[in-house]
């Protein structure tokens, strides 16, 4: 598990603030899902503005370009990354439609600052130890403890083809 740090500044946090809610517009009006939260009381629209604010992080430490995009359910948040957010700094959160080809980011979310904790493959994460209802939601999910996390500082060359 890592600790690294991530400090966005006010118009950082504006930015991703308007992408959150845009995004939560998006999933308003094509009667789309809420997102898995690891707090059974946050509200959509907080998880679309902590999630589009965990891209910008990770985009930020690896210094990738993040566009922000509204609508492309499924594809990458940054470069070659998907990014998860955690409200109270717990588990990563995998759900059954995550792709298992990807490497999942944990971003421990209290804005402005922001701590990349590491990152998992998609199907690594999709075993049966993970699987559970953490978040008392009835909408259970692959639950993967910090601790099990590799370090984020080994995407840094993935990262550095994609800058």
Same mark, same amino acid.
């Given at each position: 598990m890592d600790n690294i740090p991530v400090v966005l500044t006010?118009?950082?946090?504006?930015?991703?603030?308007?992408?959150?809610a845009r995004r939560q517009c998006y999933a308003i009006y094509g009667k789309l899902k809420?997102?898995?939260? !690891?707090?059974?009381?946050?509200?959509? =629209?907080?998880?679309?503005?902590?999630g589009a604010l965990?891209?910008?992080?990770?985009?930020?430490?690896?210094?990738l370009y993040w566009s922000g995009s509204v609508g492309e359910v499924g594809g990458d948040d940054v470069g070659p990354f998907q990014v998860k957010h955690s409200k109270h700094d717990l588990d990563l959160i995998i759900q059954k439609r995550c792709r298992p080809d990807r490497k999942y980011i944990?971003?421990?979310c209290?804005?402005?600052?922001?701590?990349?904790?590491?990152w998992? =493959?998609?199907?690594?994460?999709?075993? !049966?130890?993970?699987?559970?209802?953490?978040?008392?939601?009835?909408?259970?999910?692959?639950?993967?403890?910090?601790?099990?996390?590799?370090?984020?500082?080994?995407?840094? !060359?993935?990262?550095?083809? =994609?800058a």
């Open positions: 006010m118009c950082e946090m504006i930015t991703g603030s308007q992408i959150g809420d997102t898995n939260s !690891d707090d059974p009381l946050e509200n959509p =629209w907080e998880a679309h503005v902590r965990a891209e910008m992080a990770v985009a930020k430490h690896f210094k944990l971003v421990a209290t804005a402005p600052n922001l701590i990349l904790r590491g998992f =493959w998609g199907a690594d994460a999709k075993v !049966d130890h993970y699987w559970g209802d953490k978040c008392r939601n009835s909408r259970p999910a692959f639950f993967v403890p910090q601790s099990e996390l590799h370090s984020v500082t080994e995407l840094d !060359d993935e990262a550095r083809k =994609w």
